[in-house]
């Protein structure tokens, strides 16, 4: 079955960085955290970490910064837990293997968001975290079409567009 929301965050994400970070390396969707000793032992490094990885969190980018790992997190639903999120990654960056390459560094923590609210201020500030607000054209669609959700009209408008893909067989 065809999805029936639209993927908004993967492309907001993208389209920051390439609007403000674009002349800098950037690791997208990087694991964090050690990888037990028994993995590298029996594995070596590089297939440890490919077993280990999908148990470990993931940031959705780090940008390589001269002095400093930027840890990104962008988020158009949820922003609190996105921010939530950041001073975690933050502790497991020392203990991640693929970054000893790039060491040392300081961190630096950015929350993207298309709007924000006064609480997400208040606790941003007191976790280290910058809020960046940031939009573009299909966020303020998509953030529209959740707000008019609830409105008769929007729910029988896209009833209709449901019934005509699934005549199409698109569903």
Do not use: C
């Amino acid at each position: 079955m065809a999805r029936k929301t639209k993927q908004v965050e993967g492309p907001f994400l993208s389209s920051y960085i390439l609007s403000h970070y674009a002349k800098f390396p950037v690791l997208y969707d990087q694991g964090l955290g050690a990888i037990p000793d028994e993995y590298l032992r029996k594995y070596g490094t590089a297939k440890a970490i490919g077993l280990y990885d999908p148990t470990r969190l993931h940031v959705d980018a780090i940008v390589l910064l001269p002095r400093y790992f930027l840890l990104i997190e962008a988020k158009v639903w949820e922003v609190m837990m996105g921010l939530g999120k950041l001073p975690i990654y933050a502790s497991l960056v020392p203990i991640t293997p693929e970054l000893k390459q790039y060491e040392p560094r300081d961190i630096l923590m950015e929350l993207v968001v298309a709007r924000t609210n006064d609480n997400l201020e208040i606790a941003s500030r007191a976790n280290g975290v910058k809020i960046v607000l940031y939009s573009t054209p299909e966020v303020v669609t998509a953030l529209r079409d959740r707000e008019n959700y609830q409105l008769p009209e929007y729910r029988a408008k896209r009833e209709q567009v449901l019934k005509t893909r699934e005549s199409l067989g698109l569903e």
